[in-house]
């Protein structure tokens, strides 16, 4: 059986050296959490200096997420928290049932926020 492929969804704010730490944090917690999901993380997408509070429309990382999920690239679309993926609680269900609706599920941390089975 193959294992889900998923991405990686980190977004990194403040200063430039403080970035490449928190970048490198986020891969190996992602790792750890597609391994926990028995998935093998297929891609990552970052977002550099992106406010959590934009909107979905406007946030090219979380678009780009979507399209990897509708396209069949990947099911599972991973965060280290949900405020990685949107400030607004809103914001992160509205995410979620876009990807839950291409085919996908989205997981923060150790938790499914929707979708799947």
């Known amino acids: 059986m193959r294992q889900p492929k998923a991405l990686g969804l980190i977004r990194i704010s403040g200063p430039a050296a403080a970035a490449v730490v928190a970048k490198e944090e986020q891969e190996e917690t992602l790792q750890r959490l597609a391994e926990a999901h028995g998935a093998t993380i297929y891609l990552f997408i970052i977002e550099l200096d992106v406010p959590g509070d934009l909107p979905i429309e406007q946030r090219k990382g979380l678009q780009d997420a979507i399209d990897a999920v509708r396209d069949g ?45």
Not at 74 to 93: D, H, N, W, Y
Not at 105 to 112: K, L, P, R
């Open 73 to 117: 690239e990947v099911s599972i679309v991973l965060a280290t928290e949900p405020s990685r993926v949107a400030r607004s609680a809103l914001e992160l269900l509205l995410f979620a049932e876009i990807v839950e609706r291409a085919g996908g599920v989205v997981c923060c941390d150790a938790h499914q926020v929707l979708g799947g089975q």
